[in-house]
Structure formats: structure tokens, C-alpha cells
């Protein structure tokens, strides 16, 4: 009886060991700084993402939230906790590219498998194993865009504004270029840094080009602010940009001045692409009270993307959680049809483009990705 008690307490302390037993899983976001909008987003779809599938392989999952300020330091040392302190198996993050090339350094290696919602400068997850993502990258979008500009706009001339700062940014506008002047568009570009607030140099510049367009490759904030002080300079022509103006505020800030803007996303919550799409659309507005952005509809995909790895490897050792990341094919997300090319890191998608419509951003246009080649 002694020994049968002695095996009854010890299978009793397994038991209880195992329901309090978590699976942690990081999530590197800028909560605060300057592109903070981007993070809140992308939280609202993890924490959705969480409510609706909070264990897997019969373990409770629990997310570990850290801020990198919009900084690539931060975004560093964030990591290095995450993994570090918090024993993160596998991480969410970080969602501008700067930050993504940063982290993505550290999880190389410790070997512990990211995956960005957002980033989209080549450079994530190029020469990369553990490093990948639920988004298109820089090329695709910076040809769509050009695509988009000469045979639906008829656009032949335009300034490009590239923040320098931004790995994001000079990438899509070197995307964006070699693309117009296959199609014999001129271009003048010119430059600025994140956080600038005048813009009148550049767009001297750009009116004194006989600019039909002004493109400016950055985030919601400058993007904003160069539209406002264009229209206020007279400026008629179009204004586009890519997915970095995909955030509440570019409205906010900009108000009528981003009316009729055109830029290129991934998503857009009118045009589901697969069952999951609306119903993630339906489970969004029913907790938040809105309609999803791109940005919520990524970090929701990034979430169950890795959550479907662990149950793919049936296991959480990070080696193998990454080796299962790269294995995903034909994955149903929000955003569409997932499939993570193994060598890369990168899934191909179809790019759509959303404008500024009543200060909503409106469906606009999709572009394949078999017609972008």
C-alpha cells in the first residue's frame, strides 16, 4: 500500500505539473515609438488568433509580449529576452524590416524560429533558416505598384520619396523604379528620414518635374504629412504608396489631403479570399467593434501559422518547429492561400491595391502574383 500511495502522489504532481505546464510563444511588436500603430494592430490579431486556438499539443499557450520601441536595437535585445528569459519556443515579429533583419540575427543563432507578419525588404529572411513569413516581399509589391501606375493610372511621370532611414522603404522604391522605367516612366527621387515633418524641399522638386504621381515608399506618419503639404502646394496629381500607409492614423493625420490615395496591401476585409477570411472578418468586428486592417489580419496568420507548425512537428523543440514553418503548404489564413516556399522563408501571394474612399480605405484593384513576373 506504501508504494501504491508513494506512485498515487507522484502521478498526482505529473498531473498537476502538466495542467499548469504553457507553451510560450513571442510576440516582438513596436507598442510604443513611432510606427506603434503597426504593433497594436498586429496585437488585436494575435489576440484574437489566441482566443480561438489557446492550446496545442494539450498544453495551454501563453504569449509573451515585448515592446521594441520601433527601435532595430530594441528589436534586438527584445528578442534575446524573449528567447533568453522567457523560453519562447518560436516568435511573432517584428513588423518593419529594419527590425525583422535586426531580431532575425538572434533567432538565426539561437535557433528559434520567427516568423514576421509584415516585413517585406528581401533581406528577413534571405540566407535564413529559422527566419520566415506570412507576407509578399518588397519585389512583388514594388512591381505591382508600377503596374499599377502605368496601366490603370497612365502614370509616366514621378517623384519618388525614399526614407533612408528604412530598409522598407529604399527597397520598394528600388523595386518600384526598375519596374516604371521598363514601361519608359521618368523618375525623380528624392530622400527624407523617419520622423522628418517638412517636406517642401522635396516637393518643389517634385512640381518643378511636372510629377503625375508622388510615391512615397514610408510609414502612415510621413506618408500623411507629405500628402498634406503636397495638396496644400497645389499639387494635383496622384499620391501611392505600399503597405506602410495601412494604418488608422494615416487617415487620422492626413484627413482629406489622403482622399484618394492608392497603395498596395495584402488584404482588405470587403474581398475574402478564403473561409477563414470571413470568418475571421465576422470573430474581428464581433470583439473589436471594427472591420480588420491588413496588419491584424497578418499577425492573426502568423499566430496560427506557428501553432500549426507545433502541431505539425508534435513537438516544441524550436529546430523542428522551424523545420515544420518551412514545410506549410496550401495553409487557409485571413490574409489567403499560404504556402512557405522552404528555401526561402517566403510565401507567394497576390497583391491587392486599396485606396482612400470617404476616409475608409475601399477595395481597389488585385494583381496576381503569376501576372507580376
Same mark, same amino acid.
Given at each position: ?26 510576440? @516582438? ?13 498586429? $496585437? $488585436? ?12 499539443? !494539450? ?22 529576452? @524573449? ?45 535564413? $533558416? ?11 509589391? !514594388? ?13 509616366? $511621370? ?44 522635396? @516637393?518643389?522638386?517634385? @512640381? ?51 482622399? !484618394? ?113
Amino acid at each position: 500500500m506504501r508504494k501504491f500511495g508513494k506512485l498515487l502522489v507522484v502521478a498526482l504532481l505529473l498531473s498537476s505539473l502538466s495542467m499548469f505546464a504553457v507553451i510560450k510563444i513571442g510576440a @516582438l511588436l513596436p507598442l510604443t515609438g513611432g510606427v506603434s500603430a503597426f504593433g497594436d494592430l498586429v $496585437k $488585436k490579431g494575435i489576440e484574437l488568433a489566441h482566443e480561438e486556438k489557446g492550446t496545442v499539443l !494539450g498544453q495551454k499557450i501563453e504569449v509573451v509580449y515585448m515592446d521594441t520601441r520601433s527601435e532595430k536595437t530594441e528589436a534586438a535585445n527584445g528578442i534575446a529576452r @524573449l528567447i533568453d528569459k522567457e523560453g519562447v519556443i518560436a516568435v511573432i515579429g517584428e513588423v518593419i524590416s529594419g527590425n525583422s533583419i535586426a531580431a532575425g540575427e538572434i533567432a538565426e543563432k539561437k535557433k528559434v524560429p520567427m516568423v514576421s507578419p509584415s516585413s517585406t525588404n528581401p533581406l528577413v529572411t534571405q540566407g535564413k $533558416k529559422f527566419v520566415s513569413r506570412v507576407c509578399f516581399i518588397d519585389p512583388l509589391q !514594388g512591381t505591382a505598384l508600377a503596374e499599377f501606375a502605368v496601366k490603370t493610372l497612365k502614370i509616366k $511621370k514621378a517623384t519618388v520619396f525614399t526614407d533612408v532611414e528604412q530598409d522598407y522603404s529604399v527597397g520598394l522604391s528600388n523595386y518600384f523604379i526598375e519596374r516604371f522605367k521598363k514601361y519608359g516612366g521618368q523618375v525623380l527621387q528624392v530622400q527624407y528620414k523617419s520622423g522628418d515633418q517638412e517636406f517642401s524641399a522635396q @516637393l518643389s522638386q517634385a @512640381l518643378a518635374f511636372g510629377s503625375e504621381a508622388i510615391v512615397v515608399t514610408g510609414y502612415y506618419n510621413e506618408i500623411a504629412l507629405v500628402a498634406q503639404q503636397a495638396r496644400s502646394l497645389g499639387f494635383k496629381g496622384y499620391i501611392l504608396a505600399g503597405d506602410g500607409a495601412d494604418a488608422p492614423e494615416l487617415i487620422k493625420i492626413g484627413g482629406q489631403a489622403v482622399e !484618394g490615395i492608392y497603395f498596395s496591401d495584402h488584404y482588405h476585409p470587403d474581398a475574402p479570399v478564403t473561409p477563414v477570411s470571413k470568418k475571421f472578418v465576422e470573430a474581428f468586428v464581433k470583439k473589436y467593434g471594427v472591420k480588420p486592417s491588413t496588419l491584424s489580419a497578418l499577425g492573426y496568420d502568423a499566430y496560427m501559422l506557428i501553432v500549426e507548425a507545433i502541431e505539425r512537428s508534435k513537438t516544441t523543440k524550436p529546430e523542428l518547429i522551424a523545420t515544420a514553418i518551412r514545410s506549410i503548404k496550401d495553409f487557409q489564413g485571413a490574409t489567403g492561400v499560404i504556402s512557405i516556399d522552404p528555401n526561402t522563408g517566403n510565401p507567394t501571394k497576390d497583391v491587392v491595391i486599396l485606396t482612400v474612399k470617404n476616409q475608409q480605405f475601399a477595395f481597389a484593384a488585385k494583381i496576381s502574383a503569376s501576372d507580376l513576373k
